[in-house]
């Protein structure tokens, strides 16, 4: 009695294998790895702006540390020509004059390195030589007066040299002092700029990574979710691989894939336990209506043996054919019922949805008859088929017709109705019984699996969730309306076939 | 005629009439065949039988109902109740509400006359017996 199983389980084996393997065969980037990226990015990112700033700052402090030497070469210079005014004034001040030329060559020379890249060897060069010629001509300043008396005639000229590189000295260290200056105003003005300008860059870049990461967490967390809903809502296809990498999420799909076939084989379990509880419920039918025909055979056959040789050929005649008929019958009743327990071969197929129908009206006419059950078929002509396994669906609506007779223990109506759906591109079954009803509060917990109002021995409540079950694997849907007291309808929706044109 | 008991048959497979109403008349049995509980009652209400044999389970009206009416009408008729094999507790119901005894289906011609025969003694009958052809 392994119900459908042995047709359908290597079915669902190999998807699940061939589901798994698809899974696991990706090359391997962990979430872990991902995530490490991302912050490395996000680092190195940082690394480049601190590096920059350092660097920047640098510069600057060696522009200010060049900037003070350039001042303090220019006051001394400045002090030198104004002891040197003096000394052509009055004649006084010239070692003054000397002093703060030597300084100024001092700084020159203490700094030199350090100016000379700044400004540039070669105008460094030209600095330092007006430097020494202004030192030289002091110092020529000086002989005449040791030798005074002599004939001194370059002293205009050596005034107005000096004058000369006076002025240049003057001139060439406050164009480098205003240069300068500006430079580091330059470079100031860059660095805030710079700071500026990282502050929305940042942010972008943290922003990136951060939905980088989210999307890596969450994508497959949402997919997972919709994988899970779509497997508890009856889509019985395992999740496959979506994404070029394997990561820790691969393991999870695995595992509810495991899950999900589980699941599929414990529904096939469930399935068969409950068409074996069927079978029960009708044997018990089964065997009152068999009672029937045994007798009516037990009875014309006792009489043909009794009356043998006193009946006419034509009463023989009309026993005998009583006796076929009446054998003829018994095997119909209890043919339905092998037919439906007996495990088949055929799997799906086009079915029209009135065929499974009048199966489970035959097979359950004997439990329809014990409890005096009015049937009433009112069954659409010329219905588009759908696609089916003709064994399960006979299944729910046995289910579905079973409840409606257990609803009507002392009789009633079922009818049983056909048509087109009203949503588009379905046909629909509806079982109607005028039984005891389903109480509002528990109509949400019918489905249920092991819910049940009968007692024990009785009901396992086990019928509807493994119908449901049933119908969302064909794609369609179970609808239920109820009034205590006055009646239950339950509808079948289901896809149609698409027919080729 | 004065001496034989008047038998009413009720059950819905013709064939049970059919072949019974016969093989009781061989004993000297008068039988009305009923292949419905409207129609046996209908027919009480004219006719007090001796004894019904009724079928328990039928449409419309069953064995139980034609066992009360006759319970409720005429004292002294047995009603034998034919029962499917698997209603035990239906058979202990029918005895405990006054019913003479109970025959489970399937049964052959003489089980019925051997209760038969016990419910005419019961009646002050002499009991059946195959009457001479
Ligand atoms: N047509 C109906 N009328 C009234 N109640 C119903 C009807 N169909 C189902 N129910 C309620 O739903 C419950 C669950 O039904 P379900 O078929 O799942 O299990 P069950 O019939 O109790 O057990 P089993 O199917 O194993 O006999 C029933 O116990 C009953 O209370
Ligand atoms: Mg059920």
């Known amino acids: 009695m392994d119900y459908s199983a042995p047709d359908e389980r290597p079915i669902t084996d190999a998807v699940k294998t061939e589901a798994q393997r698809a899974l696991k065969e990706r090359p391997s980037f962990s979430i872990r790895t991902r995530i490490i990226l991302g912050f490395l990015m996000l680092f190195l990112f940082s690394l480049g702006i601190n590096i920059t700033s350092v660097i920047m700052l640098t510069r600057i402090q060696s522009k200010l540390g060049f900037l003070e030497s350039a001042s303090s070469y220019t006051f001394e210079v400045q002090q030198a020509r104004r002891f040197e005014k003096n000394y052509f004034l009055y004649r006084t001040n010239l070692a003054d004059a000397r002093e703060h030329t030597y300084r100024a060559r001092e700084i020159l020379e203490g700094d030199r390195e350090e100016m000379a890249s700044v400004v540039g060897v070669a105008h460094f060069e030209t600095m330092a030589r007006h430097v020494d010629r202004y030192e030289e001509l002091l110092s020529r300043l000086e002989e005449p007066n040791e030798k005074r008396g002599g004939d001194s005639p370059p002293y205009e000229e050596i005034e107005e040299e000096l004058r000369e590189h006076g002025a240049e000295m003057i001139s060439v260290a406050g164009q480098l002092l205003a240069k300068e200056r500006e430079s580091v105003e330059n470079m100031l003005q860059a660095s805030k700029r710079i700071l500026i300008f990282i502050i929305p860059v940042l942010f972008i870049v943290i922003v990136y990574v951060a939905n980088f990461i989210a999307r890596q967490m969450l994508q497959p967390l949402n997919r997972l979710m919709a994988d899970t809903r779509r497997i508890a809502d009856g889509d019985f296809t395992p999740i496959t691989p979506r994404r070029r990498y394997r990561d820790e999420f691969t393991e999870l799909a695995m595992a509810l894939n495991h899950m999900w076939h589980q699941l599929v084989h414990r529904h096939d379990l469930l399935v068969q336990a409950h068409k074996l509880k069927a079978v029960g419920t009708l044997t018990a039918g089964v065997a009152h209506e068999l009672n029937n025909p045994i007798n009516n055979i037990m009875l014309t056959a006792s009489m043909l043996e009794e009356d043998y040789k006193s009946l006419s050929d034509r009463e023989r005649l009309d026993m005998v054919r009583d006796l076929l008929d009446q054998a003829e019958r018994s095997r119909i009743i209890v043919r339905s019922l092998l037919d439906f327990a007996r495990e088949s071969e055929l799997k799906t197929g086009l079915l029209q949805i009135r065929d499974p129908i009048e199966d489970v009206l035959q097979l359950t006419s004997n439990q329809i008859k014990l409890s005096k059950v009015k049937v009433v078929r009112q069954f659409a002509a010329n219905l588009p088929p759908f696609h089916g396994d003709p064994h399960q669906i006979n299944q729910v609506f046995l289910n579905l017709v079973l409840n409606a007779i257990d609803a009507m223990p002392h009789g009633g109506t079922l009818t049983v109705t056909t048509r087109i759906a009203d949503e588009r591109d379905y046909i629909m079954a509806e079982i109607t019984d005028t039984g005891v009803g389903i109480p509002e509060h528990v109509l949400t917990n019918i489905f249920d699996p092991f819910f049940t109002s009968k007692p024990t021995g009785k009901g396992t409540g086990l019928g509807l969730s493994v119908s449901l079950g049933i119908i969302q694997k064909h794609g369609g849907e179970i609808r239920v309306r109820s009034r205590t007291g006055e009646g239950t309808t339950f509808t079948i929706l289901l896809p149609m076939a698409k027919v080729p044109a | ?109 003489d089980d019925l006359r051997a209760v038969i025969d016990r419910a005419a003694k019961a009646l002050g009958h002499p009991g059946i017996r195959k009457s001479d052809d």
């Open chain 2, 1 to 109: 005629m004065n001496g034989s008991l008047q038998i009413m048959l009720v059950d819905d497979e013709p064939i049970v009439g059919k072949r019974l109403k016969p093989a009781l008349a061989k004993y000297g049995l008068e039988v009305e065949v009923f292949e419905d509980g409207p129609g046996a009652l209908r027919r009480l209400r004219e006719k007090e039988f001796d004894i019904v044999v009724t079928d328990v389970r039928m449409e419309d009206v069953d064995g139980m109902q034609v066992l009360e009416y006759v319970l409720a009408n005429s004292k002294r008729t047995k009603v034998i109740i034919i029962t499917g094999y698997a209603t035990v507790e239906v058979a202990r119901e029918a005895l405990v509400k006054g019913a003479f005894d109970f025959i489970a289906k399937p049964f052959k011609p």
